[in-house]
């Protein structure tokens, strides 16, 4: 059956970039006025499998609609863009890119998307849906025949490529590359057809093991898989580049244009050593060891995908395992320290025969048996870095598992609070923007404090790309305080953020400036480097650095208050300035002037908004009933606009994933249970689980290396700050439902993928770069602090009976001894652990889980802490049971005040017993 396919409507774009002064709390939408062109229509043929609704074009036999049985106005692929993208140099599923020589010689490059021409349809045959061969369509002098099927084999769809050598040599393939073209397109859509009508890609770059797991914005199923054929391995995962902004020689690119609004598309690439012996740099290592495939004259080989659906995105494993791919499951995870083991679960249609650690030595296995079909492995880990296992099966199929080893976690961030309070410590005597003393941007390639950008922000201390390293600083305090840190960092806030960040008398007491640094060559004509472009909007001058309107910047100014609040409270002796009340006044004060000043984005969620839940928390236990009130008033109203709206994710872009964590918490606070459960969902979309230290818990940002990166690009950045901030609110699910295991995966990958940006000295980088080209560590600090406090305030062990798996600690090491469990800690903070069979949420504001034993017979826990230190005399403890059935506990000790049991400590470990009532 044949159909056309026209363009989509024009829709309303999200939001404005630009702000206008003052706007209510309302949803507010920018309509683009310019006219949409039209296109001639596409003329397609209707199919049907088991799971889709399909349609290839008539003339190329590309894909064009991959429309899941069972959901209304949903298409995997850019369906409804089909026309405007009928071009030459649009790439299609379908399409193919290879690289090729003779003999050792230049390689020449071949792509059907090109320039195309009539192809030759082939008959069809048994499970064929329609064949063709395109070698006409790949270009002049290709020594290769190659042609094209669609399947449906028992109901699964299938895209085959054969390739024969027709000439007399042997030909390597250096590049085989096939697009993976599907709708992650935000433009001309708001936010609600956004979610439910835009996906994203993530991938699992596992060579045989690999596969793409494509989800819907919103975290409905059905989820799509594409999984490989055999001798299809996903080798590596390259971007397509848009044609305008690609190398010149650059010949696999695409005319759709990348951006905010679209990340763009990628190649599943079989073959990639032409890539790493052209265009990609000797230093970036990739996920795999690139290969080449070599036919010889008159050979034949096939490669291909499948396409199937999991249900949900909670079944993407069992698909996988119901269409017999080998499945990994690391727990807790793929970020391994090195005083720390971690469990390694298999499941594959065949035995592994062979297990290769890279570097070597770096990883090493240990069988533990098996149960319920698994094969359960201890890893341990030295050195540090990226390490790579690759598991060998019986049938051949090679699997590849991607770790990250760091040093234990208390040094990691002992590491990062030295770096960012010494190498970044800045007092720069007569400097003319007052910015000392200050903690700003670093450049670790060049080894120097940014005290210029052309991205002002960047230098002036604000902004996530400025405010990152001196928050960093700050939250690293709030669990492991170091006196002489802690000094520097009441210096901070005392003299140069409320002494120039921040407004700290008058009607805006409380507005925070965009910038400290700013671009006025009038009034500083010696001071800026002339090396430096300051010709683009992002070089604000004074007026607009002194701008309180970027709402953005509170929440940093308030984790600086807030923390020392908490040291001034809680410890002994480590905040001398002024009293507790002062800085949790001045966390109270910036809240309520970012309502006042900066309204208009304080109608999204905010990256580190939890931040203001923690603050009124405290202003409720502290008695401040009046600012209490306030402030809860205030947040009410933020969360009543957002209980109005479906997807209230919105922000300064057309989409992002910073604003849900904060939307979370307000809506779990309030009560507002169907909006909360919904952010949760639209959460795990853009969030995935993969046996991949890059891509487990890594949640998608791929535009900020333009306003916070030294090499500034579109790309998917790898545990940028959203990772750990996103984190935080499948943490408080999880707690809610200990069952749904896998909020807690996806939660810990999260908030341990946000300290790979610390490196062995200290330096928090904003992100991993992804694509094949540079594989590296961005140099610039940028916004990482962000992440890091989303792994701060998080950081536990957790402690799971799980129903296949067993006994299970998540950042804990654990030993049975009958019918007692007993954990010892090893997270970054020790204060905090959570006991899943109980429901059990254990907190610290003040001391150290050394220890503690589960009874699970009993219910009852004894908690072992460190003995007293000369800045922690007291311990403070909390403790609530989060789930609905949770049973309470009871203290045994301790005198109940501010809603918590404090104790003295001394000179020997305390025990404290909770019982269960």
Known sequence: MNRVLRPLPLLALAIATAAPTVLPLAAVQAQDEKPRKVYPPIITTEMTTQDFNLALRADTQTLASLAPKGVSAFDFVPAGREAERAANGYVHIGDLHLRLRTGGGAWQDYNSSALRKQITALRGGKDVLAAADITTSMGEGIPLKVERRWLNEDGVLAMRFTLENTSAEAVEIGVLGMPMVFDNIILDRDLDAAHQEASFVDPYIGRDAGYLQVTRLSGEGPALLVLPEKGTPLEAYKPIYEKAWAKKDDNFTDLSPRGQVSEGFYDWTVASKGFAEKEWSKASRQWNEPTSITLQPGERRSFGVKFVTAPSIRAIEDTLVAHKRPVAVGIPGYVLPTDQSASLFLKAPSKVTGIESFPEGALSLSEEGSGEGWARYQVKASGWGRARLTLTYADGQKQTVSYYITKPMEKVVADLGHFTTHQQWFEGKGDPFHRTPAILSYDREENRILTQDGRVWVAGMSDEGGAGSWVAAAIKQLDNPDPEEV?????????TVLGTLQIDEGEHKGGVKKSIFYYEPEEFPDYYDPKIDWSSWTAWNKEHSNDLGRTYNYPHVAIGHWVLYRLARDSEG?????????????????????????????????????????????????????????????????????????????????????????????????????????????????????????????????????????????????????????????????????????????????????????????????????????????????????????????????????????????????????????????????????????????????GKIASADYDTKTGEVRLTLDPASAITPRARLLFETTTKDGTPYASDTGTLERGAYAFNLDSAPKVVTLSPR
């Open 487 to 495: 000094a520097r960092i009441e210096r901070l806030v005392d003299e």
């Open 574 to 846: 480590l905040v001398t300035r002024h009293d507790w009340k002062f800085y949790l006044k001045w966390a109270y004060v910036t809240s309520v002037a970012m309502m006042r000043d900066a309204p208009y984005y304080a109608r999204f969620g905010l990256m580190e908004g939890d931040v203001f839940l923690d603050i009124l928390k405290d202003l409720e236990r502290e008695g401040m009933s009046e600012e209490a009130a306030n402030m809860k008033r205030l947040m009410t109203e933020r969360a009543d606009h957002w209980r109005s709206l479906k997807y209230p994710f919105g922000s300064e872009m057309a989409w992002d994933s910073t604003g849900q964590p904060e939307v979370y918490a307000w809506m779990d606070h309030f009560g507002y249970e169907p909006q909360a459960e919904a952010t949760r969902e639209v959460i795990l979309g853009y969030d995935p689980t993969i046996p991949s230290w890059g891509y487990n818990g890594n949640a998608r940002r791929y535009w900020d290396f333009l306003y916070g990166g030294k090499v500034s690009r579109i790309e998917r950045q790898i545990h940028h700050y959203g990772s750990a901030l996103n984190a935080v609110p499948l943490f408080t699910a999880y707690r809610k439902n200990p069952k749904d295991f896998h909020l807690l995966r996806v939660a810990y990958g999260g908030m341990m993928g946000g300290i790979t940006n610390i490196d062995q000295e200290g330096f928090g980088s904003a992100a991993f770069h992804s694509y094949p080209d540079m594989m590296q560590w961005d140099a610039i600090t940028g916004d990482y602090g962000m992440g890091f406090y989303g792994h701060a305030i998080t950081a536990a062990t957790y402690l799971v009976d799980h129903p296949e798996f067993g006994w299970l600690g998540l950042g804990g090491k654990l030993e049975t001894k009958g019918d007692t469990i007993h954990v010892v800690p090893q997270d970054g903070a020790r204060r905090r652990l959570f006991i899943a069979p109980a429901g059990l949420w254990i907190t610290l504001e003040a």
